[in-house]
Each structure stands twice: as C-alpha cells, then as structure tokens.
C-alpha cells in the first residue's frame, strides 16, 4: 500500500464520522477563557521567590517555599482546613510528619590550591559545588594534599589517610571505601554528563549527594573548568588543597502542602496535580511550583465568579518529589480509589531557547516504549524496554496530547511527547493504576546544575503550560457522556494516524528483510492499545448516556479494527 493509499484511508475514516451532539462547554471554549486570564505572572514571581532557596526537605529554604505557596493560595480564597465550614470549597492544609534523618542546608564553602591566590571554586558563584549532606570542615578549613584516584582498584593500592581523594567515577563506592574506611579527610569528584555540554558551560556543577551517615565527612563537586585547573597542578606534582565548607544538619519535619476545590456534584472524584519543591533549581523544580500555583488560583478565581464550575473535585500537592505523591495515594484507600487522573508538573517553565530543551509530555506506557522508531525518541533519560504486560491504554494520552497541541499552535509553541521513562511524581500514580502523565522539558544543559537560574525560566513557558493544564482539568472534572464522545474522537484521530505511520514504517522494515511476524506485532500492539484506551472512556459517562457513548465507542474501534486488518493483510500479502 502506498502512503497515497494511507492517505486517502485516513481522509474516508475522518468523513465517516458523525457525533450526535458535542460537549456543552468544550476544552476550546476553556482554553479561551483561560487566555485571557492566565498570564504566567503568578508562577513566575512563585518560582522566583522559590529557586533562591537550596531546598531539601525540612530545611529552611523548602519550609519557607512550603508557606510561600500557602500565602498564595490565602490570596486566591483558599481557607484553611481548620478554620474551614462545610460549605467552603476552597481549601488547603499542610500536613507535617518528623523527618527520620536531619535536614541539610549548606551555608558556604570555597575550595582552593595552596600557592595560587583565586579560590578554584566558591559558593558564591557554584552553589551545587557542595555535596548534599557533607558536614562542616573546621572552623579555619581543612588543609591536605590531594591524590587522584582512577577506580577501586586502585583505592586498595594506594593510602589516603589524611589525604583528600580526587576522582573522575561517581564517587558513591569510592567515598564508602576510601573515605569511610581508610580514612580520607573528603572527597573532590567530576562527572558532568556529555548532555550538560561540560565543555561549553565550563562552570556549570550537577548537584550530588551523600547518603546519610553518622560519620559523613564532605565531598565537593566540580565544574569542568575546575577539574581541568586540578589535573593540570596535578601534573606538575603534588597538590595540597584547602577547603572551607559551612553547612548545617538538623532535626526537622516534612511539610506537604494540600489544596482542594470540591467538587460540586462528584466530589469523591479528582484529579491530582502534584509538584515537587526540594531539588535547588529554577526550571527543576521552582517552575512546576510556581505554574501549580497559578493554575490553583485562577481555578479558584473562575469559579468563584460562577463563570465555570468543577463537578469533580480538584487536588494539589506541593512537597517531596515522589514520596508526597505516593503517601496521598496509599494513606487512604478508599480516597486513592476515586483518583481518576493525575498531572506532574517538573520543569516546565524553561526557555528553550537558552537551555536547548523542549516541551514535553512524556506518554503513559504505550507501545512506542517497546518499539521506539519514526517520530518518537526518548530523551537523554533514558527509559528501561517495556513489555506488553506494561501497556496502560488509556484515553488520558492523546487527549493531553490533542489539548496541548492546540495551545502550541495557536501560541506558537512548540509541543513535543517522549515515551514513558519515569522518575517523576506520574509514576506513584501509574504504580497506584491511575493514569497519570509527566509534564516537562528536557534534554535540557543546565539540568541539575547550578546554572539553573531564573535567566533560564521563560513566563510565556509558563503561562502556556497553565492554560493547556488547566483547560484539560477543567474538561475532565466537568467531563459527562459528551464529553467522553468528543474524546473518542480525538483518541480515535490519533489511533488512525498512528497505525497509518507504523504501517509505513513496518512495511519499510519488511522490505528491508525484517521477520513480517515481528512487524505485525507491533501493528496489532497498538491496534489493542488504542482499542482499550478508547473503551476507557466510558469512566466519564453519565448514567443516563451511556448508550449513546457505547455507539460512539463501538463505531470508533470498528474503525480503528478496519484499517488494522487492512494493514495487516498488506503486510502478509
């Protein structure tokens, strides 16, 4: 079959369509409404007041983010659970818990070479330079020569005692057997990732931590620019080195902030934004604080002035990255139970031009996290191979997908999907069967590194991401039979494109020697997917329109089964 072929298929399947009637309130109509509201202003100034902080959870810098964000949701008419009555329905609390271990917050440091004058490295200019959980050198420093040392192998050949450990390795082991057992004073690694372009960004430090121990001493980060300055002394003969490092460790509590607007005809079901605070950076993840933010307040603010509604209840979390998240899904049950989406924003405020990365919405599991190919490519993440038994079909996708396109376009702003990697607050809610997507951007050179600042955070990023968030919510939580047809629609689109682009692909692939039974796998992978995904909409049926639903759903996956089988034979022929 030849791609004209394809295309005229796709054309017959969009003219074969016809809905009975169409969502009152459509995702378009909130993205109208909400371009004239929201403006990023709020998540901007948020993520500012948040990314000068080095947030770990329970130090200083987290605690005042934590009340940050409460100030900000007082001002947009959030009441306090405890002061709240039972008609209120905007409402937050911050939940507390002891912390197990001590919290950390660094206060000052600089690393110098005895005999040059210039430190090679001070706080004021490489805030990540300190490792998370080092303790403080004394008062006047710590004086040593340095030695570099190449693997374990090595370790066990050389002596450190009172030395300072130079490495290249992820300093983990290296810390365990050379610092904790034989003795060094500390540690001073490099290991920046080709991705940060070490060699362009010179200065740039990808934060790194120790675990916690009793008996921590310290470990200092280096830039590219200084591991280069330390090699060349090096090759001259011995180093000596003296570092300074101020840091603090003390008992403390976890705050999780969590705000509710209550549903007001379906309470007992939500959708669950969630956003971590603790990581040092303005992009990761001051930003997807601050966009929460704003999309929570200008929630509230619509729907105190009775222009929209919330039928459904909607939920937000600010706190531990993964750790909030998953507690509020295994805590309670019978609340986890009525979870029907969730929403992590992590990185989502950057300018990409400045970091080189892109929009992203990272997919639920789905088979291009098996069969990565054509358009789609994971990022410098990376993502371990799914199987089948992976999958999670479910209308969720291409729906964020669809809305966030349309606010691409007509912002121009460029929208792009990666398959499923984790590592975000979207896996407790996969993990916990609840469809849940990753908001964000990457490959992005100043990940993690001290160069994430606020020149790197873009408000128009801003305000893009949280107006397409919060039309998809809004249309979810007010989501009825109509609005689960409109989705069939957008589901059933994306499913026809998709088989027509791994039909080209495959049919490439068997023409290039490639097993036909491999290529009709993965053709009937995605068949089975987006067949699934389309019955999944019936969870925002209404009781008395479901019959009208289940035409549509039936007459979508007809189609979708059609245009598979024709694929299939084309392949086998």
Not at 82 to 98: G, L, M, Q, W
Not at 198 to 213: A, W
Not at 252 to 265: C, D, H, M
Request: with cysteine; hydrophobic share 40%.
């Amino acid at each position: 079959m030849t791609k004209n072929l394809v295309l005229l298929f796709l054309s017959a399947v969009t003219l074969s369509w016809g809905q009975v009637k169409n969502s009152a309130v459509t995702t378009n109509d909130y993205l109208n409404i909400l371009r004239s509201n929201i403006t990023g202003e709020l998540a901007y100034e948020t993520t500012a007041f948040v990314e000068q902080f080095w947030r770990v959870v329970g130090n200083e810098g987290f605690n005042k983010s934590i009340y940050k964000i409460a100030d900000g949701l007082e001002a947009a008419g959030y009441v306090l659970e405890d002061n709240a009555s039972n008609t209120d329905r905007f409402t937050y609390r911050i939940e507390n818990r002891p912390l197990e271990l001590p919290t950390w917050e660094i206060v000052d440091a600089e690393l110098s070479l005895v005999g040059i004058n210039e430190p090679l490295l001070s706080y004021a200019s490489n805030r990540n330079m300190v490792y998370q959980n080092s303790t403080s050198t004394p008062k006047n420093g710590t004086t040593a020569e340095i030695i570099f040392v190449k693997n374990l192998d090595e370790l066990q050949r050389v002596s450190v005692r009172g030395k300072i450990i130079f490495t290249e390795l992820n300093i983990i082991e290296i810390y365990k057997e050379g610092v904790l057992k034989k003795g060094a004073l500390g540690i001073v690694s490099y290991d920046n990732p080709a991705y940060l372009q070490p060699e362009k960004n010179v200065n740039s430090i990808q934060f790194r931590s120790l675990p916690y121990d009793s008996k921590n001493t310290w470990g200092i980060a280096l830039s590219y620019q200084a591991k280069e300055k330390l090699k060349a002394a090096l090759e001259k003969g011995k180093v000596f080195a003296k570092v300074n490092i101020s840091s603090k460790m003390y008992p403390s509590e976890e705050l999780t902030v969590v705000a509710n607007i209550k549903g007001s005809e379906i309470p007992e079901e939500r959708i669950v934004f969630s956003a971590h605070i603790q990581e040092p950076g303005a992009n990761d993840n001051a930003s997807g604080v601050g966009a929460q933010l704003e999309i929570a307040s200008m929630a509230a603010k619509l729907i105190k002035k009775g222009g929209i509604d919330a039928h459904r209840t909607m939920t937000f979390l600010w706190g531990d990255e993964i750790i909030s998240t998953k507690r509020y899904l295994q805590e309670n049950e019978k609340r986890a139970a009525t979870v029907k989406w969730g929403l992590s924003l992590d990185m989502v405020g950057e300018n990409t031009a400045i970091t080189g990365g892109s929009f992203l919405i990272e997919k639920m599991p789905d088979p291009s996290a098996i069969w990565t190919r054509g358009k789609d490519k994971h990022t410098e993440w990376g993502g371990k191979l799914l199987t089948l038994e992976d999958m999670k079909p479910h209308y969720l996708n291409d729906y964020i997908i669809h809305t966030f396109m349309n606010q691409g376009k007509a912002a121009q702003w460029t929208v792009n999907t990666n398959p499923y990697e984790g590592g975000s607050d979207h896996t407790p809610f996969l993990d916990s069967h609840i469809p849940g997507l990753l908001l964000w951007h990457f490959t992005d050179q100043f990940y993690h590194t001290d160069s994430d600042r606020m020149d790197k955070v873009s408000q128009e990023t801003l305000k893009n991401v949280s107006i397409a968030a919060l039309a998809s919510a809004l249309t979810l939580v007010n989501g009825d039979s109509y609005t689960a047809m409109d989705i069939v629609e957008i589901v059933k689109e994306a499913a026809t494109t998709r088989l027509a682009e791994e039909f080209l692909l495959s049919e490439k692939s068997v023409n290039a020697g490639k097993p036909v039974e491999n290529e009709v796998d993965i053709i009937k992978a995605w068949e089975d997917w987006y067949l699934k995904a389309i019955t999944s909409t019936r969870d925002l049926a209404s009781p008395e329109n479901t019959v009208i639903l289940d035409k549509a759903i039936l007459q979508a996956q007809s189609i979708i089964e059609s245009q598979c089988k024709i694929f299939v034979s084309e392949l086998t022929k």
